[in-house]
Each structure stands twice: as structure tokens, then as C-alpha cells.
Nanobody, 128 residues
Framework: QVQLVESGGDSVQTGGSLGLSCITS????????VHWFRQAPGKEREGVAA????????FYEDSVKGRFTISQDKSKNTVYLQMNDLKPEDTAIYYC?????????????????????WGQGTQVTVSS
């Protein structure tokens, strides 16, 4: 079965960096676009970044452009999210998710997908 396992969440201070990993399994890696989403307490889940597995084309939500980088290691079926210059508003649970919609669905459409797979999430806390 399809599985997505996130790791790397931690507590850091403003301006710090963290690297998240998402190990995928149970499907042909190139068949699904992989997204990172986040959800802060009391807020709706929002898209952060996405990567088209075949080409490596990447997409970012505006507030993280220039600070976050999504990348992949196809040999490990793993997607990464490098987060730099972290801010308190980046505090959230970060989720890795995959869907067969290719090219990558928009973040909004992904949230309504009935065929998406989600990881369990990893907590990122940024203190001022």
C-alpha cells in the first residue's frame, strides 16, 4: 500500500533552518506528484511546495518562495523540504502528500482530491 513517512520536524528559533524528509513507498515513484502541506493551530491546511517527479519541476506557495526548497532523490523515493530563514508563522504540522494527478494539481484542487495519500505529519515550531 502507498505510504508516506515524514521526519525532521523540530523546534528552532527565528531565522533558523530545518530539513524535512518524506520517504514514499508502495507505488511507482514517478507516477505521483508529491506535495508538502502545513496546518497551523486553528487554521486551514495550506499548500507549501510540490514537485513533479519526472522532470523535477517545482512549485511554491508565495510566502515560502526564496526560503524553502523542495527536492527529490529518486534512488531513495524520497522528497525533501529544506526550510531556511524560518519565521514564527511557519509553525505548523507539515504533511507530505501524493496524488496521481499529473501534472501536479494546484494546492486547492489537491485538498479536494479523493485519491490523495497523506503522511502522518511532523511538527515544526519556530520561536521568536
Amino acid at each position: 500500500q502507498v505510504q508516506l513517512v515524514e521526519s525532521g520536524g523540530d523546534s528552532v528559533q527565528t531565522g533558523g533552518s530545518l530539513g524535512l524528509s518524506c520517504i514514499t513507498s508502495g507505488y511507482t515513484y514517478n507516477d505521483k506528484c508529491v506535495h508538502w502541506f502545513r496546518q497551523a493551530p486553528g487554521k486551514e491546511r495550506e499548500g507549501v511546495a510540490a514537485i513533479l517527479p519526472g522532470s523535477g519541476l517545482t512549485f511554491y506557495e508565495d510566502s515560502v518562495k526564496g526560503r524553502f526548497t523542495i527536492s527529490q532523490d529518486k534512488s531513495k523515493n524520497t522528497v525533501y523540504l529544506q526550510m531556511n530563514d524560518l519565521k514564527p508563522e511557519d509553525t505548523a504540522i507539515y504533511y507530505c502528500a501524493a496524488d496521481s494527478g499529473l501534472p501536479c494539481l494546484s494546492f486547492a484542487r489537491f485538498l479536494t482530491s479523493t485519491s490523495a495519500y497523506w503522511g502522518q505529519g511532523t511538527q515544526v515550531t519556530v520561536s521568536s
